[in-house]
Nanobody, 130 residues
Framework: QVQVAESGGGLVQVGWSLRLSCTAS????????MGWFRQAPGKEREGISC????????YYAASVKGRYTISRHNAKNTLYLELTSLKHVDTATYYC???????????????????????WGQGTQVTVSS
């Protein structure tokens, strides 16, 4: 059984930084591309950043590009998301997502699709205040 767990969220101020972590078990971590999605209050879930199996390719949504950095440490079965220059609009629940099946398309295409068949964690809340 695949289990995905996020951590690292919290209450921060505008302009601050935060690092989210995600661990996944029940699968061969180093065989899958992965990503971070988020859902802001009153909005749809959206993919914001994804990374290839060995980390040589990344994708960022326009809203976070230049401020967020995704990385992974396969030996530790851990995915990271570094959030910097945080804004109020970044307030959301952040989810780590692992594919449930292989995907032959572009990383960005996978990252832009919200698919409940994939493995999702419970989410970690990030709240940005003034």
């Amino acid at each position: 059984q695949v289990q995905v767990a996020e951590s690292g969220g919290g209450l921060v101020q505008v302009g601050w930084s935060l690092r989210l972590s995600c661990t996944a078990s029940g699968l061969s971590f180093g065989y899958w591309h992965m990503g971070w999605f988020r859902q802001a209050p009153g909005k749809e879930r959206e993919g914001i950043s994804c990374i290839s199996i060995i980390g040589d390719r990344t994708y960022y949504a326009a809203s976070v590009k230049g401020r967020y950095t995704i990385s992974r440490h396969n030996a530790k079965n851990t995915l990271y998301l570094e959030l910097t220059s945080l804004k109020h609009v970044d307030t959301a629940t952040y989810y780590c997502v692992v594919p449930s099946s292989t995907y032959a398309g572009q990383l960005g295409s996978w990252c832009r699709e919200v698919n409940d068949d994939n493995h999702w964690g419970q989410g970690t809340q990030v709240t940005v205040s003034s």
